[in-house]
């Protein structure tokens, strides 16, 4: 299909208001983990506002699109993608100093003045961070617990917010149990019955009320970033995972909406002989459409407060998604639903519903080994796929690489993401596949990728037939020695496949005030999306 033709039936598509509110256009952005942000008023680790400057730094480079990774509460796990609420925010990014009250306060703003901030560290002391702002946040809501209580903002927060209610109760009773599974508490807790839930709401009403508090400020932030971003003509992007943890407070009050006897994972292929095993449990999606996916229409409006754009991760986990008996090995799963015939419409009625309850565009994650059909229903749907310029080669071909002016204009181009290698590692690293791609472009292959060349892909990914084109942050910073960590392996976001301190923990090498003044990265920026304008 010609490019105009490709546009037309996306205006048309069942994402048409989407696009509307969007634009059919070439859009380019950054995507950076909250996580790895630092500013001067950030208590070691990024917070909610930080993303304000960062907006508005964004906006004249002519970037408008900001994508992040999830911002949902993870408990004390570090991984944004093992959430114990699809809708609560991760109070480890709530900007201590942006607090109401504490600019005034003198004791408290000492007390902030004196916590750690981690400058110069490689990564994220998940721990220090707990402990400090845990301890700094109990002192502040024992000072103004009642004047916040008290504002119209938080009772118009409280109605809108349905699943406080099981989310408190789960993290106190998660703290009562030491954190463990639910699955390991008592059985009058393991399944509670409506009655003792209504006792333990009227016993516990102060930790309730802590916890709705807590979640009320980091709504406010979070929502701020939003309204500044579009006042800016900045998309934030959002990430909605597919799958939700085992040990969260949705499954411990909704099990029927899910096949407790399955973990999902990933079937054996070139890069995991054995398969993957996620542990994550798979969806009952009858009971879901019985329900009209009730659950996922209140998801989705909840997270339309925060964003305009959203990654559906792992996409094809909508069509099929590989379902592991517990107690098997990840090659002896099969996929659900096990009849190839119905994945296009299972997929496409889960799609055509996200469109409908929401005005977020969605875009998919479709990497890895995906059925022609997905892309296709994608594609009539108006919803973008995602290119990985080093991945996208003639693989049923002779596997040479694809130009980027051939990709398709429904598409989002990127050099890297957050679970592969950064560029210039894998081009290191991965020299066999290097060298291929460095004869495809017409370079003489060279082990060091120099500043340059990491440069002109740069260039190159933004100069696909994409509509979108977004970059890791820490890929515009790599051709400047001064704002990239020594080692390429220091710049890598996770390592799927094994659990280590390193994974979801990098912050940027400079501070955001270092980044924003730098005029040889602002000039770099600049020059991206040149040939749009």
């Not at 699955?183 to 016993?203: F, G, I, N």
């Not at 943890?245 to 292929?269: M, Q």
């Not at 986990?317 to 659900?336: Q, T, V």
Request: net charge negative; hydrophobic share 40%; glycine share 6%.
């Amino acid at each position: 299909m010609e490019r105009r033709d490709l546009l037309a039936a996306a205006a048309s598509s069942a994402a048409a208001s989407q696009w509307q509110q969007v634009g059919l256009r070439p859009h380019h952005g950054i995507a950076v983990p909250l996580f790895s942000l630092h500013t001067a008023t950030s208590c070691g680790i990024g917070e909610y506002p930080d993303l304000v400057p960062l907006i508005r730094w964004c906006q004249p480079l002519g970037f408008d699109t900001i994508q992040l990774l999830p911002l949902n509460d993870t408990g004390g796990d570090t991984s944004p993608y093992n959430s114990i609420s699809a809708f609560a925010l991760n109070p480890l990014h709530l900007g201590l100093a942006a607090l109401p009250y504490v600019e005034s306060d003198g004791e408290l703003a000492a007390e902030l003045a004196a916590m750690p901030r981690g400058r110069g560290s490689l990564r994220v002391d998940y721990a220090a961070v707990r402990h400090h702002k845990g301890a700094f946040l109990r002192r502040y809501l024992e000072k103004y617990r009642e004047r916040l209580v008290a504002s119209d903002n938080y009772q118009q927060f409280l109605a809108g917010a349905p699943w406080l209610r099981g989310y408190g109760l789960y993290k106190i009773l998660k703290a009562r149990y030491n954190q463990q599974s639910w699955e390991q508490w008592l059985e009058e807790w393991r399944s509670p019955s409506p009655e003792s839930l209504d006792v333990l709401s009227c016993t516990e009403a102060a930790a309730l009320q802590d916890e709705a508090l807590i979640q009320y400020l980091c709504e406010h932030q979070l929502h701020k970033a939003h309204e500044v971003a579009a006042a800016c003509g900045v998309a934030l992007m959002g990430d909605i995972p597919i799958l939700i943890g085992r040990v969260s407070a949705l499954l411990w009050l909704n099990r029927d909406l899910f096949l407790l006897s399955y973990a999902s994972g990933a079937p054996p292929d070139l890069y995991a002989e054995e398969g993957q095993y996620w542990g994550s449990p798979i969806y009952n999606w009858e009971v879901m459409a019985r329900c009209h996916y009730r659950w996922w229409v209140e998801r989705l409006t909840a997270a339309a407060r925060y964003y305009q754009i959203y990654r559906i991760d792992h996409v094809v986990g909508l069509f099929r998604i590989w379902s592991i008996p517990l107690g098997l090995k990840s090659h002896e799963g099969h996929f659900i639903p096990e009849n190839p015939a119905i994945w296009q419409e299972h997929g496409s009625t889960i799609l055509e519903m996200m469109l409908r309850c929401c005005p977020m565009l969605p875009i998919g994650e479709d990497l890895g080994t995906v059925p022609p059909e997905t892309r296709v229903t994608l594609t009539a749907l108006g919803i973008c796929g995602t290119k990985v310029t080093r991945w996208e080669r003639l693989w049923e071909g002779d596997g040479s690489f694809i130009d980027g002016k051939d990709y398709p204009p429904l598409s989002l181009t990127t050099l890297s993401t957050h679970d592969s290698e950064p560029l210039a590692l894998w081009w290191r690293d991965v020299p066999a596949e290097a060298k291929l791609y460095a004869q495809h472009l017409g370079w003489d292959y060279q082990p060091t990728l120099c500043p340059l060349q990491h440069e002109a892909l740069l260039r190159i990914s933004h100069a696909t037939a994409s509509l979108f084109h977004i970059n890791l942050l820490q890929e515009y910073l790599v051709p400047f020695a001064e704002l990239s960590w020594p080692s390429l392996e220091e710049q890598r976001i996770n390592k799927p496949g094994i659990v280590s301190d390193a994974n979801w923990s990098v912050r940027l090498r400079p501070s955001l005030e270092e980044m924003t003044s730098h005029e040889g990265l602002t000039r770099l920026m600049r020059g991206m999306i040149a040939q749009d304008r």
